[in-house]
Nanobody, 125 residues
């Protein structure tokens, strides 16, 4: 069973920056896209950013465009989320996800097959 391991969460002040990392436990794991989602208490899990390996195309939620960047790492199946100018309302558990088959879209939870355990990001005001 493939596992996705997130790291890099923590406490950050509003306006600050944070970088989240995600790596697959199996380097032979084949996936077509990876993404980041977040879930605040009492709210549904929402899409943050996604990346297709084949094209390098990236996708973002409107709320994070211009502030967050998803990028691939040097190691295979590693992806980062660079978060800049973070806001208190972005306090949430951030999840990494991977799609095991090609899909037309990579913006919904149903578009992904594997999930990490999540890493807490807390933004203080």
């Amino acid at each position: 069973q493939v596992q996705l391991v997130e790291s890099g969460g923590g406490l950050v002040q509003a306006g600050g920056s944070l970088r989240l990392s995600c790596a697959a436990s199996e380097r032979t794991f084949r996936n077509y896209a990876m993404g980041w989602f977040r879930q605040a208490p009492g709210k549904e899990r929402e899409f943050v950013a996604g990346l297709r390996w084949s094209s390098g195309s990236t996708y973002y939620a409107d709320s994070v465009k211009g502030r967050f960047t998803i990028s691939r790492g040097n190691a295979k199946d590693t992806v980062y989320l660079h978060m800049n100018n973070v806001k208190p309302e972005e306090t949430a558990v951030y999840y990494c996800a991977a799609a095991a088959i090609p899909r037309a879209t990579i913006r919904a939870t149903m578009d992904f097959d594997y999930w990490g355990q999540g890493t807490q990001v807390t933004v203080s005001s």
